[in-house]
Nanobody
């Protein structure tokens, strides 16, 4: 009932920048939080950044000062600006949205994932 479509990602050299975007569609009544997660090869999925309707954004320690999350509840879109990328940022990045549907039930939805590779 809720679909997330990601865009952006790709190959970038160390020190470079990328911007990921995510758009939600479906029977969404309200959005409580938007977030970006990533999963490197052989690693567990981890939170990168998240923004809620009531709190300031929070970031993983490893990306603080380099990544910035933006969210627009009205447009149901979010983005992740990634600067000063390092090889350790290489991973598949997933967007996540949690909120309520028009029928009142709660939902959590994931994007399809987009590969980010940082390499010279």
């Amino acid at each position: 009932q809720v679909q997330l479509v990601e865009s952006g990602g790709g190959l970038v050299q160390p020190g470079g920048s990328l911007r990921l975007s995510c758009a939600a569609s479906g029977s969404i009544f309200s959005i409580d939080s938007m977030g970006w997660y990533r999963q490197g090869a052989g690693k567990q999925r981890e939170l990168v950044a998240r923004i809620t309707s009531s709190d300031s954004p929070n970031y993983a320690d490893s990306v603080k000062g380099r990544f910035t999350i933006f969210g627009d509840n009205a447009k149901k879109t979010m983005s992740l600006q990634m600067n000063s990328l390092i090889p350790e940022d290489t991973a598949v990045y997933y967007c996540n949205v949690m909120g309520a549907l028009n029928g009142g039930s709660y939902f959590t939805s994931w994007g399809q994932g987009t590969q980010v590779t940082v390499s010279s």
